[in-house]
């Protein structure tokens, strides 16, 4: 290892099998498994924040895509994957499992290749028997064998450009190449590379822009680069005898590794003691090398130049003042309040005790109070009506931004799969073509192709019209739960309102009763005179 090289751990979880490290750009962060201890980890870099998933059954490898999120290759087969909390059990939803009969195998390493096929491994879990398969999860949901007679399946690593797919037997510590077809077939599947004792077993693996191999060495304790030649450019040790898998980050010098602790003596342990961490390799700079793989997803929308606070929801806190606010802060209003409060209070006190004479300006004064009490209630009744107006604007907004970003999220989802799509097809048109001018090939094989090309045409199609409908769903969805605010809101407003109108009605009541004691008391005091 040259001293151009960092090695960090960033996570020391002593996990008993760390494998399936993937890079999710749109959450920037790293997702990886324990095999032994089933759980789902999340790792992100620029908080240090970790997260912990348990699952029920062990589980062998994670991916992530625009369309279908999160999908794992687990004991029982395939399945999707939604997160709830750090901590508890996510839910998981099976899609299928190819190996019913084969109950001493389980799942192991896996990845998306470039059209977005889940491709996973399975193995026998006590790595006596070479039943282990290779198996291709199709974008129509049809499951597949693609390759079989292995005992330890690792990989698989995709070398897009040159159209090449490899394929790990750790247990034999060979790597296997094949002629990856854009259709989702593999041929002229030859060995690539053998490794002897000493050297350790290769694991987990994937590939960079260059179409170099970077392969983690079980009981070798380092990662190795290797060319397309099949040659050894580069060993980095690393602090631990066991690594498992690699991946590359968003930034192309950046790798992370996992690694496991089980099956190690307490002396390999002592020697070794961050067994079972997540590390990350910092290379130098590369002068614009590029990841490749499957794991690249578009980038999170923010708001740039404006920071507001927010709430639960995301709504923008309302900060302005109320009219309540303003009304206590009026000098003559809140005299004019507390005078009416200290009228009411001590009226019926020192009322028996007034002269007839006095208790006309008392009488007055208490006019005046009640007016300003009236004043008071209605600033009270405006104010809580022109909260729920501006309450019922603000959940329009958020309404039609959920609605707007909803849209945009499964429009963007459409256009990634109709990409996905041409570009597959075009793949296939021109894959065709080159067989067609190869005379090795018969006019069935062709033909066969060909077949296989309008199936897979139909199978996207379809995808796109399942797409079309959840976007049509979303939409409907959001329109209800809307109109059902909305009705909440009128009742609410008209409840509140109404409470108040019955106030009003009743001081004003009072109101009219104290004129017409005045007017009697005017009347007495003439007849006197």
């Not at 062998?60 to 625009?66: A, R």
Request: hydrophobic content about 40%; some cysteine.
């Amino acid at each position: 290892m040259g001293m151009d090289v960092d090695i960090r751990c960033v996570w020391d979880a002593k996990a008993r099998l760390g494998e399936s490290p993937i890079w999710v750009d749109v959450e920037n962060a790293l997702y990886w498994v324990d095999i032994k201890a089933p759980a789902i980890h999340k790792y992100v870099p620029a908080t240090d924040r970790k997260t912990t998933w348990p699952v029920p059954e062990k589980i062998g490898s994670l991916v992530y895509d625009e369309i279908n999120g999160f999908r794992a290759a687990i004991k029982t087969g395939f399945v999707n994957i939604e997160f709830g909390h750090g901590g508890e059990i996510p839910t998981i939803t099976k899609i299928i499992d190819p190996e019913v009969d084969l109950p001493n195998n389980r799942f192991n390493d896996g990845k998306l290749d470039a059209d977005g096929r889940f491709w996973a491994g399975t193995m026998d879990d006590l790595e006596k028997e070479s039943t282990g398969s290779w198996w291709r999860l199709g974008l129509d949901g049809q499951i597949r064998k693609m390759d079989t007679g292995y005992m330890v399946t690792n990989g698989p690593a995709f070398d897009d450009p040159r159209r090449l797919i490899y394929l790990t037997d750790s247990a034999k510590q060979t790597i296997y190449v094949a002629k990856y077809l854009s259709i989702g077939e593999i041929a002229n599947k030859r060995v690539f590379k053998t490794f002897g004792e000493g050297e350790g077993y290769p694991d987990g693996m994937t590939t960079d822009a260059d179409g170099n191999l970077w392969v983690a060495f079980w009981d070798g304790g380092c990662i190795r680069k290797i060319n397309p030649q099949g040659e050894v450019i580069r060993t980095i040790q690393l602090p631990v005898p066991r690594p498992t898998s690699i991946t590359i980050s968003d930034d192309p010098d950046v790798l992370y590794v996992t690694s496991a602790s089980t099956g190690l003596s307490e002396d390999q342990l002592a020697k070794a003691p961050l067994s079972g961490g997540i590390f990350k390799v910092t290379l130098p700079p590369s002068n614009g090398r590029r990841r490749n793989g499957k794991n690249k997803t578009r980038p999170v929308e923010t708001t740039m130049g404006r920071a507001k606070p927010t709430s639960v929801i995301g709504r923008e806190e309302d900060i302005r003042p109320s009219r309540l606010g303003e009304f206590f802060r009026n000098p003559i209003w809140a005299f004019v309040f507390a005078t009416a409060l200290s009228g009411l209070v001590l009226a019926p006190i020192i009322w028996p005790a007034l002269k007839p004479q006095t208790k006309y300006f008392w009488i007055g004064a208490g006019v005046l109070a009640g007016l300003g009490l009236v004043g008071f209630i209605k600033l009270v009744m405006d104010n809580l009506s022109a909260r729920l107006i501006d309450r019922e604007t603000e959940l329009r907004a958020e309404l039609k931004q959920e609605l707007l970003d909803e849209l945009s999220k499964s429009t963007k989802a459409a256009d990634v799969a109709r990409r996905r799509t041409n570009s597959s097809i075009q793949s296939l048109r021109n894959e065709v073509k080159d067989i067609e001018s190869h005379e090795a090939l018969s006019k069935t094989e062709i033909e066969a192709l060909k077949a296989q090309l309008e199936n897979q045409t139909q199978a996207t199609r379809a995808m796109e019209d399942r797409i079309s409908h959840r976007i049509n769903a979303a939409h409907g969805r959001i329109y209800t739960e809307s109109q059902k605010v909305l009705r909440d809101l009128q009742r609410i407003k008209s409840e509140d309102i109404g409470k108040s109108a019955a106030e009003i009605a009743a001081i004003k009541a009072t109101l009219d009763a104290q004129k017409q004691e005045l007017k009697m008391l005017d009347q007495q005091f003439s007849k006197r005179l």
